[in-house]
């Protein structure tokens, strides 16, 4: 069966201090792999997307970035954190465009 | 980008009750999606509903979607208080080649 690991779970860190989440796909190959983000209380913002090896899509124009070394581990990195970017992140795959996403459990990040 | 308004933005109901809860979106569609959250985890997908399906049943959970309206309704019949939580519609575009768009969601709490 296919499982999705996020970490880390939680991060607290300094204003301009770099970043790096995360994420794992388990027991298929070639997914869609996404990346978003929740602000508390709010609906999910999608930052990057990649449908293969190095191909990544960026929804928001901001100081994140994300890469996808492998086919089924795609990371989330800044080189300098700022106050706006604290929030709830989410990682998940799908197989298609249009099919059911399956998320990770989140990694919530607390920049001061 | 289109997005999937859910309405209203918060609902409070006695254990038992029904659970009705809205999705509007702005332009057409493949299928249409619900997802469930539970506080500080990742999103649960419940359900699809594709462009020319009408209802679809599972479980407790009754999805409608009218394409003419382009709007789609979640029931939760006989709620429990487990089924506390926020609740996210999210829809593609008829295109097929871009990933889904979520709303801000419905915070459920379901009293017991």
């Known amino acids: 069966s296919q499982t999705i690991h996020q970490w880390p779970a939680t991060l607290v860190q300094p204003v301009g201090s770099p970043l790096s989440l995360e994420c794992t796909v388990e027991?298929?190959?070639?997914?869609?792999l996404y990346w978003y983000r929740q602000a508390a209380g709010r609906g999910l913002q999608l930052l990057f997307y990649?449908?293969?090896?190095?191909?990544i899509s960026s929804e928001v124009p901001q100081n994140l970035s994300a890469s996808r070394p492998q086919d089924r581990q795609f990371i989330l990195s800044s080189k300098k954190l700022l106050l706006s970017d604290s929030g709830f992140y989410l990682c998940?795959?799908?197989?298609?465009?249009?099919?059911?996403?399956?998320f990770g459990e989140g990694s919530r990040l607390t920049v001061l | 980008s289109q997005q999937g308004e859910e309405d209203p933005q918060a609902l409070s109901i006695q254990e038992g009750e029904n659970a009705t809860m809205n999705c509007s979106y702005k332009t057409s569609i493949n299928n249409l999606q619900w997802y469930r959250q539970n506080s500080g985890r990742g999103l649960v997908h419940l359900i699809l509903?594709?462009?020319?399906?009408r209802e679809k049943h599972s479980g407790r959970l009754r999805v409608t979607l009218d394409t003419s309206k382009k709007s789609s309704s979640l029931l939760i019949t006989a709620s429990r208080a487990a089924d506390t939580a926020s609740y996210f519609c999210?829809?593609?575009?008829?295109?097929?080649?871009?990933?889904?768009?979520f709303g801000k969601g419905t915070r459920l709490s379901v009293i017991a």
């Open positions: 027991g298929t190959s070639n997914p869609n």
């Open positions: 999210a829809t593609d575009l008829y295109s097929g080649n871009t990933p889904l768009v």
């Open positions: 990649s449908v293969g090896i190095g191909q």
């Open positions: 998940a795959w799908s197989g298609t465009y249009t099919g059911e996403l399956f």
């Open positions: 509903i594709r462009s020319n399906e």
